[in-house]
């Protein structure tokens, strides 16, 4: 079954631009039936989806980060990688990648299946 | 946005009891509603989906119900590895929206 890993560093510079990787094993990247997703989590907020992207690289993003996201996806390598750019201090939280479905009969999205573990970013000088 | 209103912010029953978690939505969702449990350190699971389809390999005492803006997640018997964070999200409109989150803990 998929499995996803989040990788990139766990501290970024205020204004620097924030680089984490989801490495995709267990099942392939081209997959038609997933969109690859990140999500974070700010300390003591809900959760927030950021934007996903297809194997095509068809993205979509939240409204609130459009301007500073961007979400790039290597079929070769099997993985998908978010950039978010001039972060700042309520950039802080743990950012997840997670997989979300489709229920095909409905054309309707299914839920965020499966998730890595998720990795914590701190933004701090 | 849809705004996600999850009730209570926590809870705290003994084994065997039923538990009952409530999410509403600014804005009618239909039932495209799904609800997720997170143990600490780990990422969230998928329980639930379209508000009451049970995702596999979760077990039977997880239940949900709802349509419109309320929407309701049950455990009928709370064991000790329900222990968690749940929370729903809405996935009729983006940008895709989540609740606080309800921490159930045993008495």
């Known amino acids: 079954q998929v499995q996803l890993r989040e990788s990139g560093p766990g501290l970024v510079k205020p204004s620097q631009t924030l680089s984490l990787t989801c490495t995709v094993s267990?099942?392939?990247?081209?997959?038609?039936?997933?969109?690859w997703n990140w999500i974070r989590q700010p300390p003591g907020k809900a959760l927030e989806w950021i934007g996903y992207?297809?194997?095509?690289?068809?993205?979509f993003s939240n409204p609130s980060l459009k301007s500073r996201v961007t979400i790039s996806v290597d079929t070769s390598e099997n993985h998908f990688s978010l950039k978010l750019a001039s972060v700042t201090a309520a950039d802080t939280g743990v950012y997840y990648c997670?997989?979300?479905?489709?229920?095909?009969?409905?054309?309707?999205?299914?839920?965020?299946?499966?998730w890595g573990q998720g990795t914590l970013v701190t933004v701090s000088s | 946005d849809v705004q996600m209103t999850q009730s209570p912010s926590s809870v705290s029953a003994s084994v065997g009891d039923r538990v009952t978690i409530t999410c509403r939505t600014s804005?009618?969702?239909?039932?495209?509603l799904a609800w997720y449990q997170q143990k600490p350190g780990k990422g969230p699971r998928l329980l639930v989906y379209a508000s009451s389809s049970l995702q596999s390999g979760v077990p039977s005492r997880f239940g949900g119900s709802g349509s419109g803006t309320d929407f309701t997640l049950t455990i009928s018997s709370l064991q000790p590895e329900d222990c968690a964070i749940y929370f729903c999200q809405q996935t009729h409109s983006f940008p895709w929206t989540f609740g606080q989150g309800t921490k159930v803990e045993i008495k």
């Open positions: 267990g099942g392939s990247i081209n997959n038609s039936d997933y969109y």
């Open positions: 804005q009618g969702v239909d039932r495209w």
């Open positions: 992207i297809f194997h095509s690289g068809i993205t």
């Open positions: 997670a997989t979300m479905g489709i229920l095909a009969a409905e054309g309707r999205w299914r839920g965020f299946d499966p």
